[in-house]
């Protein structure tokens, strides 16, 4: 006998969320599963973005600078750019390494 699997409920949610907001909306097990894993993918990229940038801001490589809307935007401190470079060489160097 075929063993029954668990059903994730907030997966299922998802789906039907979709479906829901889009109620025109017609796809394939393939397409969805397609969009739900590029969700993820965005969502843990984005995440991980933030961690990076957080970072970045931290040891004042990047400035932080927060625009009319309250948007925050980035760009490179140049007060210590040459830091930066020496930090991507550095770091480039380490990557290259045979491990």
């Keep these: 006998m075929a063993k029954k699997r668990r059903i994730e409920p907030e997966m299922t949610c998802e789906i039907l969320d979709y479906f829901v907001r889009n109620p025109q909306a017609t796809d394939s097990l393939e397409g969805i599963a397609r969009w739900r894993l590029m969700d993820e993918v965005i969502r843990r990229r984005l995440d991980e973005t933030e961690e990076g940038l957080r970072w970045l801001v931290a040891q004042e490589y990047l400035i932080s600078i927060v625009a009319p809307g309250g948007r925050v935007m ?3 401190n140049t007060e210590h750019a040459e830091e930066a470079r020496r930090f ?4 480039s160097q380490r990557r290259k390494r045979p491990l």
């Excluded at 991507?88 to 770091?91: G, H, P, R, V």
Aim: proline share 0%; charged share 15%; net charge negative.
């Design 74 to 76: 980035l760009s490179l």
């Design 88 to 91: 991507l060489a550095e770091s």
